[in-house]
């Protein structure tokens, strides 16, 4: 049985490290400001939907990436105080994969040059009339991947500069499949089922290796949809600091301490983000953090074992995103939109409703669905 004075002594440690990554990351907040403005790692003013918004022009100009302030932060801290081969090093290498991933897509958006994927129309007629019959070939082999590029078009928003959605999806898939392996292979028996809460810690469900792919969907799953919901100043940084907080005391209950320190030390980091980030933003989260720490938290959900619980604890990332699968499935099959814009916060802006009303109220509700989800998740 643990005293209390060990629990009071694992409290105030996961309190320390919380602190400890708080204040680093504020000390060094100034420097990476500095360096966004120096080198222009800014918003532009090319085509988005969301510049229809009027407020949405005022964005421009503010540095984006500004989500290396908690990527950084936590890698380094972990790397420093809590490296451990066995829950550590693989959560923190896959938030890095996957932040590399959104880099680029930044920088792609700011400096590169805009890109065009062609219709399957286009695809199909070059089938029949291209003049070399390898060609032909070539594109009718590759048909079926032009169609996935083709609904990466109808899912994600105008291509601009950036990665298309199939190219995100497909490194995506590709963390997810490090985390899977990892959970699989190399955690033992116990992470190869899904916990049942209100069982008392004696029934799972043990879906064999279909666990592998639903490892890898969550993963991607987080990811996109925490990249989804940073679209208004403060929105996901505010909403990660509660499932993150839920998923370090469901670590710590489980007796996972390296994982509920990794969770302490994300939460200090997106503090101090989210006190730069609300508006006016001093920076933006940009994909290299919203994928990044998505990442993160759908390793989280698994290795302490929420599946289950893991929409209420993600409730507002995954309402985000069920928002703009709905507005899609609409527009392109019933021919008519459910939104205004896509996702929904889009739709409240365009309601009438302010960026901060917006905000504190999707705070408030997701905070309410992370408590649920925690009380659960203990049982």
Not at 2 to 29: K, P, Y
Not at 274 to 287: I, L
Not at 305 to 328: G, H, K, R
Request: aromatic share 12%; net charge positive.
């Amino acid at each position: 049985m643990v005293s209390n004075m060990e629990l009071v002594a694992t409290l105030q440690s996961l309190l320390g490290f919380t602190l400890l990554t708080c204040i680093l990351a504020f000390l060094w907040a100034p420097i990476l400001t500095h360096l966004l403005y120096k080198y222009k790692i800014t918003r532009r003013s090319e085509y988005r939907a969301e510049m229809d918004i009027e407020s949405r022009r005022d964005k421009v100009g503010t540095p984006i990436m500004g989500g290396l302030l908690v990527i950084i932060t936590v890698a380094v801290v972990t790397y420093l105080f809590n490296w451990s081969r066995a829950f550590t090093w693989v959560p923190i290498g896959v938030m890095l994969l996957s932040a590399f991933l959104g880099g680029i897509d930044d920088l792609l958006n700011i400096f590169g040059t805009p890109r065009r994927s062609r219709k399957i129309s286009h695809v199909i007629n070059l089938i029949k009339i291209h003049k070399s019959i390898w060609v032909r070939v070539w594109l009718t082999v590759t048909l079926p991947w032009a169609a996935f590029k083709r609904i990466g078009m109808w899912i994600g928003s105008h291509p601009g500069k950036g990665m298309h959605v199939h190219e995100k999806l497909v490194m995506q898939f590709a963390s997810g499949a490090i985390a899977a392996w990892w959970i699989y292979f190399k955690l033992g028996e116990h992470w190869r089922a899904i916990y049942l809460p209100f069982t008392g810690g004696e029934s799972f469900i043990n879906i064999g290796i279909l666990i592998i792919p639903l490892f890898i969907f969550i993963v991607m799953a987080c990811a996109n949809s925490v990249n989804i919901a940073d679209g208004l100043d403060g929105l996901a940084g505010g909403a990660l600091i509660p499932t993150f907080a839920a998923l370090g005391v469901l670590a710590w209950a489980k007796g996972l301490g390296e994982i509920a320190i990794l969770n302490a030390v994300t939460i200090g980091a997106l503090v101090t983000y989210t006190y730069f980030n609300v508006k006016p933003a001093r920076f933006q989260m940009g994909d290299i953090g919203s994928l990044g720490l998505g990442a993160l938290l759908g390793i989280n959900a698994l290795v302490t074992n929420q599946i289950i619980t893991l929409p209420l604890l993600a409730f507002l990332f995954f309402v985000e995103t069920l928002s703009v699968i709905a507005q899609v499935i609409s527009r392109h099959f019933f021919g008519r939109k459910i939104l205004r814009m896509a996702p929904i916060h889009h739709h409240f802006e365009l309601m009438g409703w302010s960026e901060e009303k917006i905000v504190m109220r999707f705070w408030v509700l997701h905070l309410a669905a992370v408590i649920l989800g925690l009380w659960i998740g203990l049982h």
